[in-house]
């Protein structure tokens, strides 16, 4: 028999402030954790304003530590942290203000690091092939394709 544990509104909303405590949550994450808890949506209503008004959720914030982290960690460019942040509902206004916490000069310098990576890495010895292998490696990873092409004609002759 599967048994739900039965939350009140004070116990999720203490549970939910330290969920948010933890790591910068979005509101899309918070609801699912409250609709996983089996509360109804007027008590996910209410805990989520408390959550608000306490400063313990932030969308803007959320993003912003979101794009430094996915940038900075997992060397993601602005098109794939874009996408994951529409993904998860947050507001264009909000995506902006997180593509600003990415500096311009350590974006270009970390392009480049990461292509040169994956250019030693690479075994193909046709240009063609090899310049698709780093194209395809640097776009999924949300690299603009104007940076990537533009990056391939000065790395792969």
């Not at 304003?49 to 794009?67: D, G, K, M």
């Amino acid at each position: 028999m599967n048994y739900v544990k039965a939350y009140s509104v004070t116990e999720a909303t203490q549970k939910l402030e330290s969920y948010c405590a933890y790591q910068e949550r979005c509101h899309k994450d918070v609801v699912q954790k409250l609709r996983g808890m089996r509360m109804i949506p007027d008590a996910i209503d209410q805990i989520i304003t408390h959550l608000i008004s306490e400063n313990y959720l932030n969308e803007e914030r959320f993003a912003q530590s979101f794009a430094r982290g996915k940038f900075s960690i997992k060397k993601w460019g602005k098109n794939r942290i874009v996408n994951e942040l529409k993904q998860r509902n947050i507001s264009r206004f909000n995506i902006q203000s997180a593509l600003k916490e990415i500096d311009d000069e350590q974006y270009l310098d970390t392009l480049n690091t990461l292509a040169l990576k994956r250019l030693s890495q690479l075994t193909e010895t046709n240009i063609q092939k090899r310049r698709r292998k780093l194209a395809d490696y640097l776009l999924y990873r949300g690299w603009e394709s104007h940076l990537v092409y533009a990056k391939l004609q000065e790395l792969v002759k």
